[in-house]
């Protein structure tokens, strides 16, 4: 037997080996690639399911109704992203910000401070070599030179002569606008290699002028692929000011001061996040990924409505929640989910605010935790009501990139899953809301998906 499966290894080497001259083989593959599972994701199967509410909207609506659709397959984060992974985006823009600022300005005497600096370092790239362990309390004079950087001259109310200043982190990207090229009157000719003479497109660009975002939409003349590309310069530190302003007369002075900042709550999912600075995340997360591996993968995103809500429902086509039944507790009594249960018992799951990701136990069938409540979750997709009506059936997603001159409507992003100060009916894998693309909530986090290569 084994003599036998030696020989028949042998003929498909030498078949293999032996390509006819002359003939169409292919390029073929040098060696053989394997998407590894991308740390901290599970992997969603590709299916199909009844997309929309299982149950009667608590407003009455009529518009959106329940559809068949398919879904690809795709890796998904298993908890909402939490402070301290946000923790590394920040961190990586204040390094890349102080690389630009002093050694590319010319102030070798800094050069030092970074790790494994060669003479092509570039802000991607650039790591500082923090000596402290709490380097933003750092008694080194040159590490403080830096971080005076982020800091401005200011009294608050305990007497801090420095304040951080969130402004500061700031974070450039480029995408291309592939919604205007596919615009019919702006369809590429391959017979003349160039695109028709009155294409035009509407691109975002960003710049700072005396020390502010300038934010603009602009008519731009499709000549080349460049003139695809819109330039968007985000904020990318957490607003911690939302815990007073979204609930005044209510007192979250310590989670304003504390929540981001703390090492008490780097398991905590982030929140105070715009639907802006989530993208900007994602896209600094997929340049982290290229710049380590040989072979690019695809780009981490935000997931689409249908993508969230197929995840969230684990395989159940038709449960009304996360875990697959119809009702918040178990069978002991015990609430499922960190939500409001009753009116003011936000203790009552054992959580009043946000809680650690991963608190409630088992996972949903594809080995998610927290689809339901702690933090509802940001969506790629736009939010209309009458959605279901209009999108495909085959990865259905109601997309629009609204620009900077939009109207406020335009730039409405669904929100799912519910959060700590929801009662049950947001919970509901169906169920959807939204806010704008420019807003934070301290009840709004988010976590990534990205596409995957292969069967």
């Known amino acids: 037997m084994k003599k ?18 002359g003939e169409l083989t292919g390029l073929g593959t040098k060696g053989f690639f394997i998407e590894s599972q991308p740390y901290g994701m599970v992997f969603i199967k590709r299916g199909s399911f009844m997309m929309g509410a299982n149950d009667q909207s608590a407003f009455g609506s009529i518009n959106d109704k329940s559809k068949e659709t398919s879904v690809e397959a795709f890796w998904m984060d298993e908890t909402e992203m939490t402070n301290d992974k946000y923790k590394q985006f920040v961190f990586w823009v204040r390094d890349s910000i102080a690389f630009r600022s002093l050694v590319i300005a010319g102030k070798d005497e800094y050069r030092m401070k ?46 801090v002569k420095k304040i951080l200043d969130p402004g500061k982190f700031q974070y450039k990207y480029e995408w291309v606008n592939y919604d ?152 002991k009594g015990c609430y499922l989910a960190n939500f409001k249960p009753m009116r003011g018992s936000f203790s009552d799951d054992t959580g009043t605010t946000t809680m650690m990701v991963g608190s409630f136990y088992p996972p949903n069938d594809f080995g ?3 689809m339901a409540g702690n933090v509802a979750e940001w969506t790629s997709s736009s939010y209309k009501e009458s959605a279901s009506s209009l999108v495909s059936d085959l990865n259905p997603t109601y997309q629009y990139n609204a620009k900077n001159s939009d109207p406020d409507r335009l730039k409405r992003k669904v929100v799912k899953g519910g959060s700590w100060k929801d009662i049950a009916y947001f919970l509901q894998c169906g169920v959807k809301t939204y806010e704008y693309q420019n807003e934070s909530r301290p009840y709004i986090g988010f976590r990534c998906v990205r596409s995957y290569n292969g069967e």
């Open 4 to 21: 036998n499966l030696l020989i028949i290894l042998l003929i498909i080497f030498f078949v293999a080996c032996n390509k006819p001259a």
């Open 114 to 159: 970074f790790k494994n600096q060669t003479d092509d370092a570039s802000p991607e790239t650039a790591r500082l070599n923090w000596k402290a362990k709490d380097p933003w309390r750092s008694k080194d004079e040159e590490v403080k030179g830096i971080l005076d950087m982020f800091y401005y001259e200011g009294t608050n109310a305990l007497g």
């Open 180 to 331: 205007q090229a596919a615009l019919p009157q702006n369809k590429y000719n391959p017979n003349t290699g160039s695109y028709p003479p009155n294409a035009k497109v509407r691109v975002d660009t960003s710049y700072i002028e005396n020390g502010v975002i300038i934010n603009k939409t602009i008519d731009r003349k499709l000549v080349s692929r460049k003139d695809l590309i819109s330039t968007k310069i985000v904020n990318i530190y957490p607003d911690t000011m939302m815990w007073l302003r979204d609930f005044q007369y209510s007192y979250n002075d310590p989670k304003m001061r504390m929540y981001f900042s703390h090492p008490g709550y780097a398991l905590y999912p982030v929140v105070g996040l715009t639907w802006e600075q989530a993208q900007a995340f994602c896209h600094w997360r997929t340049q982290l990924f290229n710049s380590a591996n040989p072979i690019e993968g695809q780009d981490y995103r935000l997931p689409t409505e249908a993508e969230w809500e197929y995840a969230a429902r684990g395989g159940k086509e038709m449960a009304l929640y996360p875990w697959g039944g119809n009702y918040v507790r178990d069978s």
């Open 368 to 370: 998610l935790y927290d």
